[in-house]
Nanobody, 122 residues
Framework: QVQLVESGGGLVQAGGSLRLSCAASGSIFSIAAMGWYRQAPGKQRELVATVTNGGSTNYADSVKGRFTISRDNAKNTAYLQMNSLKPEDTAVYYC????????????????WGQGTQVTVSS
């Protein structure tokens, strides 16, 4: 079994910063990629940023230059540093991981955490 736990969400004023963490645990052999997604009320879940095992990153246009994704492969942990936050960044942020288990299995769509709330006030 694989579990992902997000932390670091909270309430912040516009222009402020938050750092999210995602720790993966369980029967993990390796993680090819990890990513952050977000979902605001009434909207579909959208990609925020992804990072591969090799360190390649990808960002949504709306967060480029403000957010930075990183990972610590030894700890099976991903981070999202969010700077210059805007009210439109308000959403539940979810972590996703493309995990290869110790028995060599993968899951279509990867594994998901339960989310952490980020609220940015005006």
């Amino acid at each position: 079994q694989v579990q992902l736990v997000e932390s670091g969400g909270g309430l912040v004023q516009a222009g402020g910063s938050l750092r999210l963490s995602c720790a993966a645990s369980g029967s993990i052999f390796s993680i090819a990629a990890m990513g952050w997604y977000r979902q605001a009320p009434g909207k579909q879940r959208e990609l925020v940023a992804t990072v591969t095992n090799g360190g390649s990153t990808n960002y949504a246009d709306s967060v480029k230059g403000r957010f930075t994704i990183s990972r610590d492969n030894a700890k099976n942990t991903a981070y999202l540093q969010m700077n210059s936050l805007k009210p439109e960044d308000t959403a539940v942020y979810y972590c996703n991981a493309n995990v290869i288990t110790i028995i060599g299995a993968t899951k279509v769509g990867g594994y998901w955490g339960q989310g952490t709330q980020v609220t940015v006030s005006s």
